[in-house]
Each structure stands twice: as C-alpha cells, then as structure tokens.
C-alpha cells in the first residue's frame, strides 16, 4: 500500500468544530466485515450489539491543558508553547514545540501569566518547531504542576478555527479519563456517557482499561510514498495485568474484545504473545498499523472519521480491508457525517 491509496477529497464543512449536544447522540455508521452491510445509527444504539461477556478495551489517559501563551524577553512578542512531555520533574525540563519557531534560540527566556510567575528558559533546540524548556517557579513540584494547569489551556486541534471556550475541558476529555499525560483526546471515547456505560455495564459488558499518552505524533502527517518508511513518535504505554485477564478471558470465551479507538488498537497490537492473548506492559511504543496487518486481539472496533492520508485512517484500512474502508467513507460524505476529533463515530464488527 502506498500514501495515494489514502488520499480523498474531504468537504471542509464535514470537519466538527464542536462536540453534539449529548455525547451519546452523535451518528454512528455500523460496518459489518462478513456481509459488507452498512449502517446509520446514533453512537447509544452501540449497545445492542454487545452481550453478556464482551469486552470494551477503553483507553483511560486524560489530557492536560498543553497550550500556554507567553511573551518573549525584550520583544514582548507572543509566543505559543505546546507542552509534549516532561522530561525531569526535579529540573523542570519539557519537550516544546514552539510558534513561531524562528524566534526561539536557545538563552532566550519566555515569561507566562499576567504577573510573570512562571518563566521558561530554552536550553535546547530539538526540531524545527521543538524545544527543551527549563522551568523556573518559586514554588513546590505540586504547585507548578497547578501553575501550568492555571495557565494552560486544553489543546483542541488547529483545523479547529475559534477560541478554546469552557466547555472544551470538559468536552474534549473522556468521561473515564484517570492517568494524566496525554496531549490529544483518545477521540472515540469522547462519545461515552455515564449513562451509555451504565446500561452496558448492566447488559454484562466488561471493561478493561489501559493507558496510552496520545502524543502529537499520532497526526504527524505522513510524507513518504512507502508506508514502511514513515516513523511514528513514541508513546507511554501501561497495560496492566488486570486488563489482559479480562480481555483474555473474553478472548477464550470467543466474545466479542472491541479496541475502543485507534489508541486502544495500537496499545494492545503493542503487547501480544505468541499465542495471540494480550502480555502486560509498561514503557513506550511506536508501532505503526497499516496494511496488511494480522491483529492479534480486538476482533471489532470503535473509531472517529479520520482525515486523507493519516496513519489513523491507515490502522482502520487495515482492519476493515481497504476497498470497503473507501466505501464507508464514501457513504460517510454522501451522507454527512462529521469528521475528526470532535465528529462522529464508526463501530467496525
């Protein structure tokens, strides 16, 4: 498979600039693999095709706010920094991408809030936009990690064109978000209501949770024409021995194990036996799915509407096999359905 084999004309409008009303009551487009069958449901109606004994394999990172504003030395010029990842708790150090880059060389000091509390020193240039920042803050670990949460703001994607309002921290988080760290929301999850998960959890369904740091890396996009070639970022990944119990019980059982997101799907594809039952886990993972790939695990899956030529789009090209990708995709813009983080969603059986 080749790059091109990922490209389509995406209608503008069909990208979401905001969540629906309900989390539950986006649109759901349900893919049957055997018989080639599609259809148009809402994302609540997800229960009817789960049963006692059935696992959702649910992704639990959380996002924090990683867009701070600050203003540079002297020029006072605005300056965004985009926190990736801290690098030593003790000396303050992140990985940063910075804009506009051409400002920032290594010395210069960056000043954030209206009284200047937090400052940052560039210590090290990593890639054209990338940074290594130091941190300098009178105050406790705790309260500089409440100082940036203070300053920062929850970092919706860029194709989405306004200002970041209230309800995007909430919105842009998913209800069982617990392990802090990500960057970008494990977007197929955002459609789960606390009720929607309840009348599951009542029907039998289990979940088993594990946690991947969704980093930016994840919508690099890809520019080499051999798909064996492109690198994808590496990412923190915890798989707990409780999570592979219950999903290798489901798997004995020959029950139904759904990667709630392409996250969830590449966590789990990350860790596997010979035996195809799912290992237990801690450290960091840049695997890359796309055809052919032989999955090991989750035998249905749970995913958004990605845009041209992502490696997302390529992970869900691989499981669903390519043609009948292009055929859903197809109907989803015939039919309007919303793409990207905020858009609507695709249960894959």
Not at 64 to 70: D, K, Q, S, T
Not at 148 to 174: C, F, H, M, S, W
Request: aromatic content about 10%; charged content about 30%.
């Amino acid at each position: 498979m080749k790059l091109s084999h990922f490209n389509f004309n995406l209608p503008k409008e069909l990208l979401a600039e905001f969540p629906a009303e309900n989390r539950d009551e986006s649109r759901l487009m349900v893919i049957h693999r055997d018989t080639k069958k599609i259809e148009h449901r809402m994302f609540k109606d997800l229960i009817d095709y789960f049963e006692d004994g059935d696992v959702l394999v649910l992704n639990n990172t959380k996002v924090f706010p990683a867009r701070l504003y600050g203003n540079k030395e002297k020029t006072g010029a605005r300056i965004e920094v985009f926190l990736l990842r801290e690098l030593n708790s003790e000396q303050r150090l992140w990985d940063v991408l910075v804009d506009p880059a051409r400002k920032i060389r290594i010395g210069n000091k960056l000043y954030f809030g209206d009284d200047d509390s937090l400052v940052a020193e560039v210590i090290d240039n990593t890639t054209s936009r990338g940074r290594t920042l130091r941190f300098l803050y009178d105050g406790s670990y705790e309260e500089f990690r409440n100082k940036l949460t203070e300053l920062g703001e929850t970092p919706i994607p860029k194709y989405i064109n306004r200002e970041v309002n209230e309800d995007d921290a909430e919105r842009y988080q998913t209800i069982y978000a617990k392990e802090e760290g990500a960057v970008a929301a494990p977007t197929a999850g955002l459609h789960f209501s606390k009720h929607l998960l309840k009348r599951l959890e009542i029907k039998g369904v289990n979940f088993a949770e594990i946690t991947l740091h969704v980093g930016l890396g994840t919508f690099n996009p890809v520019e080499v024409e051999d798909l064996s070639k492109h690198k994808m970022d590496s990412e923190e990944l915890v798989i707990t021995q409780e999570a592979c119990d219950i999903v290798n019980a489901a798997k004995a059982k020959r029950k139904k194990v759904c990667a709630v997101g392409t996250t969830s799907m590449r966590a789990i594809e990350s860790s596997v036996s010979s035996a195809k039952t799912l290992n237990p886990y801690e450290g960091w993972t840049n695997k890359f799915i796309f055809p052919p790939h032989d999955f090991s695990v989750a035998n249905c899956m749970i995913t958004n509407f990605h845009t041209p030529k992502s490696t997302l789009l390529m992970m869900v090209s691989a499981f669903i096999g390519h043609d009948l990708m292009k055929k859903a995709y197809e109907e989803a813009i015939k039919e309007q359905y919303r793409f990207y983080s905020y858009g609507d969603a695709m249960l894959i059986l």
